[in-house]
């Protein structure tokens, strides 16, 4: 079983900035994992923002540029830096690890992983 919970979101004017934190624990069932981050807005579906594995980082088109992934592999954290936040970045943001996949193009879809935190919200207002 794995737990995960994310912090860092917030209320934030457009254009200002926000640092994600996800902190893992118990078992992924691999020692070698990536961590993803995923978005969601009220009636939409879950949304991909960015990956990390290994020292490959993966970003939305929408996200690229602007925010930036990181991990701590010691302490089983994630990061999300956020800045030059927008309206349409509004969401709840959530972050789930999955073993690393030969097929890059499967990070990007939100049934490759198994297990979801329960989520921060991220608001940026006009």
């Given at each position: 079983?794995?737990q995960?919970?994310e912090s860092?979101?917030?209320?934030?004017?457009?254009g200002?900035?926000l640092?994600?934190?996800?902190a893992?624990?118990?078992?992924?069932?691999?020692?070698?994992?990536?961590?993803?981050?995923?978005?969601?807005?009220p009636?939409?579906?879950?949304?991909?923002?960015?990956?990390?594995?290994?020292?490959?980082?993966?970003y939305?088109?929408?996200?690229?540029?602007?925010?930036?992934?990181?991990?701590?592999?010691?302490k089983n954290?994630?990061?999300l830096?956020?800045n030059?936040?927008k309206?349409e970045?509004t969401?709840?943001y959530y972050c789930?690890?999955?073993?690393?996949?030969?097929?890059?193009n499967?990070?990007?879809?939100?049934s490759?992983y198994?297990?979801?935190?329960?989520?921060t919200?991220?608001?940026v207002?006009?």
């Amino acid at each position: 079983q794995v737990q995960l919970v994310e912090s860092g979101g917030g209320l934030v004017q457009a254009g200002g900035s926000l640092r994600l934190s996800c902190a893992a624990s118990g078992h992924t069932g691999s020692y070698y994992y990536a961590m993803g981050w995923f978005r969601q807005s009220p009636g939409e579906e879950r949304e991909f923002v960015a990956v990390l594995s290994w020292n490959d980082r993966l970003y939305a088109e929408s996200v690229k540029g602007r925010f930036t992934i990181s991990g701590d592999n010691v302490k089983n954290m994630a990061y999300l830096q956020m800045n030059s936040l927008k309206p349409e970045d509004t969401a709840v943001y959530y972050c789930a690890p999955t073993p690393l996949l030969s097929n890059s193009n499967n990070y990007l879809k939100a049934s490759s992983y198994q297990y979801w935190g329960q989520g921060t919200q991220v608001t940026v207002s006009s």
